[in-house]
């Protein structure tokens, strides 16, 4: 299908992502024939509006119709087709169904996350069932994914070294994108992921399932351990993790995003991880992703983690920079906040 351009296939990943504000594709390609067809076929297809909600749908077609319209210049010539109008009628009444039933904040959705790869190649997408929205903070927020996770992924994609061939420990899965990234995208040797809430683990297991075709015998899903970060974190990583053969495993790195939002937990995952590197595991590399919402939160996590480990040098920023959303290629996300990485590498700490 040589009509289907770049910003289409950018289009079709984002939608899929049910990412809120899609740039469109430019109208003058929207409105030619095969395009239409294509956008019927391969985006808002029964599947997807099965997966993404009618009215999420409804809201994209509405602006695609929009765009052509306004971008026909000869109607004699050119027009929208019938089959995209009746399209859009029939999801106004599904859409009308959905609100009749329970609220959509409390209902999840199938979410599909493309790798950043190039648009030409062929499509990877994982398959996540999350919450199109989520309020405050609590076990509730492990129900979808968060951006500080996205841009972690944006850089190990980057450096896939970091991950290729080796025991990763996640702490604070959520829905389990970002282990499940680094088992299928990445390959790791093992991938354990942790979470607090038993209803959080069972959701995430839900979704290693749904992305069963990514496992073989070469290829291993993520192994699930409840864990509470309070709790003694270094004793766990030395002493109590085992592949899924039962052997006790010693995590080569470890990863976390987004779970420095409660100061009891950042001061226990602070002092966690700097006792592991110090004391027991010299080796370990760490990746720290925060959103910063709280600077007085934040500041109070890298005195406890940072300051106190060891010397550590400042890195050039540039490497965690956020890519232009109009640039990226999969792993959507626009930041409000900052979000800072945190790289401890071994035998040094960086931090931008």
Request: glycine share 6%.
């Amino acid at each position: 299908m040589d009509f289907v351009s770049d910003d289409l296939i950018r289009y079709k990943r984002q939608l899929l992502q049910r990412v809120t504000d899609i740039p469109l594709p430019p109208g003058t390609q929207l409105k030619d024939e095969g395009v239409q067809k294509w956008l019927i076929k391969d985006i808002f297809n029964d599947q997807v509006v099965s997966d993404l909600g009618a009215a999420y749908l409804r809201r994209q077609l509405n602006r695609a119709i929009a765009a052509m319209e306004k971008a026909i210049t000869d109607p004699t010539e050119e027009e929208v087709s019938n089959d995209l109008y009746e399209l859009r009628s029939r999801l106004g009444a599904l859409a009308a169904e959905e609100r009749q039933k329970e609220a959509t904040a409390a209902q999840k959705k199938l979410v599909r996350y493309h790798p950043p790869t190039d648009l030409r190649e062929p499509e990877q997408y994982i398959r996540i069932f999350e919450k199109a929205q989520v309020l405050g903070y609590g076990s509730d927020t492990g129900n979808r994914t968060w951006e500080a996770s996205l841009r972690l992924m944006h850089f190990l994609s980057a450096h896939p070294q970091l991950i290729r061939g080796r025991t990763v420990l996640e702490l604070g899965t959520g829905s389990g994108l970002l282990s499940i990234y680094c088992a299928a995208a990445l390959g790791a040797k093992t991938v354990i992921a942790t979470d607090i809430s038993p209803q959080i683990l069972q959701a995430c297991q839900d979704n290693i399932e749904l992305n069963a075709s990514f496992w073989t015998d070469e290829c291993r899903p993520p192994i699930l351990r409840q864990l509470d970060l309070t709790n003694n974190l270094r004793v766990i990583i030395q002493t109590q993790l085992q592949d899924a053969e039962g052997n006790h495993v010693v995590p080569n790195i470890v990863l976390a995003a987004d779970v420095i939002y409660d100061p009891e937990v950042a001061r226990s995952l602070a002092q966690g991880l700097r006792m592991t590197v110090r004391s027991t595991s010299p080796g370990i590399e760490v990746i720290v992703a925060a959103t910063v919402r709280n600077m007085e939160l934040v500041e109070d996590f890298e005195q406890h983690f940072l300051v106190r480990l060891l010397e550590y040098e400042r890195a050039d920023q540039s490497w965690q920079l956020p890519v232009d959303f109009h640039e990226q290629k999969g792993l959507f996300h626009v930041v409000a906040n900052e979000i800072r990485l945190y790289h401890r590498k071994p035998g040094a700490f960086c931090v931008g």
